[in-house]
């Protein structure tokens, strides 16, 4: 039996461009669809901004997990909300008010999420967890798709879960970056609950298996 709380949210990283609406439509099963807005100064990619998460939002058979790798995000943010997005996610380390970011987003009506990379310690959100509806701990290098999972950031992901069940916080725990079938067990030990995967769900043959193979293996895995 898999547990509600176990979220799969394919990333269209790892997706075909030119066919989009096509590609999301392959992903019914999912919970959410992640998508990755860079700006190619935060991280050293451009993928694309508001008009085409616009388009992907008017399409998509399931909501919006927007993850902003983005300078500035205390301008920018706000924006992705008000597109229609059912979730966005801004990096602690390009937020100067992530409190105030957050509570912004939340007003707007999208749940609010907030990155840290892989250098980056989570102390100090333990104290405004319930400011947040999501933090999302990246196992690799915000950037690129197609990285090895970077198994050093299961203790910071397990700390923050004890941490977060310890106060109460219902808050999601997401991870982003080499996420597979055989990594996805991993995460979920250390207390993921929101797994974000590229190519193992579009690069599959029948992504709606893959998407129900990576929900049984992390709900058979998932520390409570």
């Given at each position: 039996?898999?547990?509600?709380?176990?979220?799969?949210?394919?990333?269209?990283?790892?997706?075909?461009?030119?066919?989009?609406?096509?590609?999301?439509?392959?992903?019914?099963?999912?919970?959410?669809?992640?998508?990755?807005?860079?700006?190619?100064?935060?991280?050293?990619?451009?993928?694309?901004?508001?008009?085409?998460?616009?388009?992907?939002?008017?399409?998509?058979?399931?909501?919006?997990?927007?993850?902003?790798?983005?300078?500035?995000?205390?301008?920018?943010?706000?924006?992705?909300?008000?597109?229609?997005?059912?979730?966005?996610?801004?990096?602690?380390?390009?937020?100067?008010?992530?409190?105030?970011?957050?509570?912004?987003?939340?007003?707007?009506?999208?749940?609010?999420?907030?990155?840290?990379?892989?250098?980056?310690?989570?102390?100090?959100?333990?104290?405004?967890?319930?400011?947040?509806?999501?933090?999302?701990?990246?196992?690799?290098?915000?950037?690129?798709?197609?990285?090895?999972?970077?198994?050093?950031?299961?203790?910071?992901?397990?700390?923050?879960?004890?941490?977060?069940?310890?106060?109460?916080?219902?808050?999601?725990?997401?991870?982003?970056?080499?996420?597979?079938?055989?990594?996805?067990?991993?995460?979920?030990?250390?207390?993921?609950?929101?797994?974000?995967?590229?190519?193992?769900?579009?690069?599959?043959?029948?992504p709606a298996r893959a998407i129900e193979?990576?929900?049984?293996?992390?709900?058979?895995?998932?520390?409570?």
């Amino acid at each position: 039996m898999v547990p509600d709380s176990i979220r799969i949210n394919p990333s269209v990283l790892a997706a075909d461009f030119v066919n989009m609406q096509a590609e999301v439509g392959r992903i019914a099963a999912a919970d959410f669809v992640h998508v990755d807005v860079m700006d190619n100064h935060f991280v050293p990619n451009l993928t694309f901004g508001p008009q085409m998460v616009e388009r992907i939002q008017a399409t998509s058979p399931v909501p919006l997990d927007v993850h902003l790798m983005i300078t500035d995000a205390d301008r920018w943010a706000p924006g992705y909300a008000e597109l229609g997005a059912a979730s966005v996610t801004f990096h602690l380390e390009a937020a100067t008010d992530p409190v105030s970011l957050a509570r912004r987003l939340r007003q707007i009506g999208a749940r609010a999420g907030v990155a840290v990379k892989p250098a980056t310690g989570v102390e100090g959100l333990y104290d405004v967890l319930d400011e947040f509806d999501q933090i999302l701990v990246m196992t690799v290098e915000p950037g690129f798709g197609g990285q090895s999972f970077m198994a050093d950031q299961m203790p910071k992901l397990a700390r923050l879960h004890d941490e977060a069940r310890r106060r109460g916080s219902q808050v999601w725990l997401q991870v982003d970056g080499g996420i597979s079938e055989s990594t996805i067990a991993q995460a979920a030990e250390a207390g993921a609950d929101t797994f974000v995967a590229g190519s193992a769900v579009f690069g599959a043959d029948d992504p709606a298996r893959a998407i129900e193979a990576l929900r049984s293996l992390a709900g058979s895995a998932h520390r409570h």
